[in-house]
C-alpha cells in the first residue's frame, strides 16, 4: 500500500481544511486507517482513525467535536475534516495504514505510511 496526503495548507484560525489520503492497492478497504500530526521538535501524535468499513471511529482530546475522519473504499481514500482551527493544530500531518481492520491509536500500530501534508493555522 502507498499513500499519497494531500489538502493541507495556511488558514487562519477558526478555518477549516479537509485532508485525502489517497491509497494504492486492491488492499485498502481491508484495512484500518489513521491520522497523526508533528510539529516541529515534537514526537508523532495520534489525531484520528477509523476502522474498515468506517463505522467505528476514534478521536484525540484535543480534536475530538472538531475533527472528523471518514473514507471512501471505492475511491481508496480516507479523509480528515478540520474545523475550528486553532494554532495548537499546526503540525505536518501524515496518515498510515494498519495491516488489520480494527482501528488504532498508537504509532507502532501502522505499517504503512504517507509523506505528510503541512497545515498551518495562524492566530
Known amino acids: 500500500v502507498q499513500l499519497q496526503a494531500s489538502g493541507g495548507g495556511l488558514v487562519q484560525a477558526g478555518g477549516s481544511l479537509r485532508l485525502s489520503c489517497a491509497a494504492s492497492?486492491?488492499?485498502?478497504?481491508?484495512?484500518?486507517m489513521g491520522w497523526f500530526r508533528q510539529a516541529p521538535g515534537e514526537e508523532r501524535d495520534f489525531v484520528a482513525t477509523?476502522?474498515?468499513?468506517?463505522?467505528?471511529?476514534y478521536y484525540a482530546d484535543s480534536v475530538k467535536g472538531r475533527f472528523t475522519i471518514s473514507r471512501d473504499n471505492a475511491k481508496n481514500t480516507v479523509y480528515l475534516r478540520m474545523n475550528s482551527l486553532k494554532p495548537d493544530d499546526t503540525a505536518l500531518y501524515y496518515c498510515?495504514?494498519?495491516?488489520?481492520?480494527?482501528?488504532?491509536?498508537?504509532?507502532?500500530?501502522?505499517?504503512?505510511w504517507g509523506q505528510g501534508t503541512q497545515v498551518t493555522v495562524s492566530s
Open positions: 492497492g486492491r488492499t485498502f478497504s481491508n484495512y484500518a
Open positions: 477509523i476502522n474498515w468499513s468506517g463505522d467505528t471511529t
Open positions: 498510515a495504514s494498519r495491516r488489520v481492520r480494527v482501528p488504532g491509536r498508537t504509532v507502532s500500530e501502522y505499517y504503512y
